[in-house]
Each structure stands twice: as C-alpha cells, then as structure tokens.
C-alpha cells in the first residue's frame, strides 16, 4: 500500500543545531512531495514543495529539502534551528496517477532556548 | 487571498447525537479534501472531491458518514450518529486541480462524550 513515513516521532534540539527530519515513502509511479508545518494552535502550512527539476529544494525560513529517488527519500534539513521553530512536521506524497495526497505520521519538534 | 475557512472550530456533542462540519475552500480551487487528523498523527484522508464529484471515498466510513459538495464550492461533512471515536481534528483543504498543493484550514476539533 501506497504510505509515508516518517521515523522520527519527536525531535529534541537546541538552538543552532543543525536539524535532519526523514521520510521515506512507498510508491512506485511518479510523486509531488512536500513538507507541511503546523505551529502550536495553526492550521498546516506548506513549507516547501518538490514537482520536479533541481532535487535540492528550498522553502521558507531556510528550510531545504533532497529528493533521492533511489532511496524513495525527501529529508528535511536545517543549518541552525531557531526556538521558533518548533512545531510539528508532516511528509506528505502526492500519488500522481492515484491523485491521492497522503502524509506521514509526523515529527514533533522541539527547540530550546 | 482568503485561505480555506472551516467552521465551526470546536464541537462538543454527546455520543449518539448527529454533528456537521462546513467548509468553504479557496475560490477557484477545484480539488476538496476532507481529513481526519488524530492526536499525534498524521492527516488521514476521508474524501477528495473534483468539483461536485466525490472520486475518493475508500476510506469514509459509509455507514455513519456523509459528505456533499453541491455546486462544486463548499462542502459538508455529516457523522451520524457520532461515536466516543470520532473525537479528533476534521480538516478541510483544497488544491487548484488535484496535482499542486494542498491549503488547509484551521480544523473543526470535535470532542464526543
């Protein structure tokens, strides 16, 4: 069956550390992959977006994302976290054919101060 | 531009008891999803409507579930009767044609008791 995943289910960080969120999905035709965030009390917002092209993508707030297709993988990357940064995380895979967008479980992440 | 606006924000019904949730996705968008979200979890899809027509309902629970979209624009999402199970987050979102982005709105949190 056609999923997401995500292995990390809750990230603890400080400020300034660098931050690797993975997910991994299972598909074997075409996929559109994003990355969701909802900020405590907010609706989910898109992050950043890959369609196609270039697989290093970069979103908002200095998030990057790498599309690996051998590995079936678009990790989340950060340099530096910022305490605002925390939120929960969501992969998600549009299914092309199949039109079905389906998330991941989530990551939630935690920066202190 | 106005995001995806759902209504209401919070429900508290007794189990038994018939419960509705609105959704007005944004104009011109012609993909609707309807997701559920538990604590925790990722979104799980309910429906994806193209227009008016319902073209993924495998995973709504048919037998106390309901949802329309008459016109194409908004939509409703019906439980009835509603179950201690079915307390989590409802959410609504829409997409230009089904192959880009998701917007999202707020949620309806229903809580059953």
């Known amino acids: 069956a056609q999923s997401v995943s995500q292995h990390n289910h809750h990230v603890i960080l400080s400020e300034a550390a660098s931050l690797e969120l993975g997910c991994n999905y299972s598909?074997?035709?075409?996929?559109?992959l994003f990355w969701y965030v909802q900020y405590p009390g907010q609706h989910l917002q898109l992050l950043l977006k890959?369609?196609?092209?270039?697989?290093l993508v970069k979103g908002i707030k200095g998030f990057e994302a790498e599309f690996i297709k051998s590995k079936f993988s678009f990790n989340l990357r950060k340099p530096s976290v910022q305490w605002s940064d925390t939120a929960e995380y969501f992969c998600?895979?549009?299914?092309?054919?199949?039109?079905?967008?389906?998330f991941g479980q989530g990551t939630r992440l935690t920066i202190n101060p | 531009e106005a995001g995806v606006v759902q209504s209401p924000r919070y429900k508290i019904i007794e189990k038994k008891q018939p419960v509705a949730f609105w959704c007005n996705p944004i104009?011109?968008?012609?993909?609707l999803y309807w997701y559920l979200q538990n604590l925790g979890q990722g979104p799980e899809l309910l429906i994806r409507?193209?227009?008016?027509?319902?073209?993924?309902d495998s995973q709504l629970p048919k037998d106390r579930f309901s949802a329309e979209r008459l016109k194409g624009v908004d939509s409703t999402l019906k439980i009835q009767p509603a179950e201690l199970g079915d307390s989590a987050v409802y959410l609504c979102?829409?997409?230009?044609?089904?192959?880009?982005?998701?917007?999202f709105g707020q949620g309806t949190r229903l809580t059953v008791v």
């Open positions: 598909y074997g035709g075409t996929v559109n």
């Open positions: 979102a829409s997409s230009f044609d089904g192959t880009t982005e998701a917007f």
């Open positions: 104009s011109g968008h012609n993909t």
């Open positions: 409507y193209e227009n008016e027509e319902a073209v993924d």
């Open positions: 890959y369609f196609s092209g270039d697989p």
């Open positions: 998600a895979a549009l299914l092309q054919g199949a039109q079905k967008l389906v």
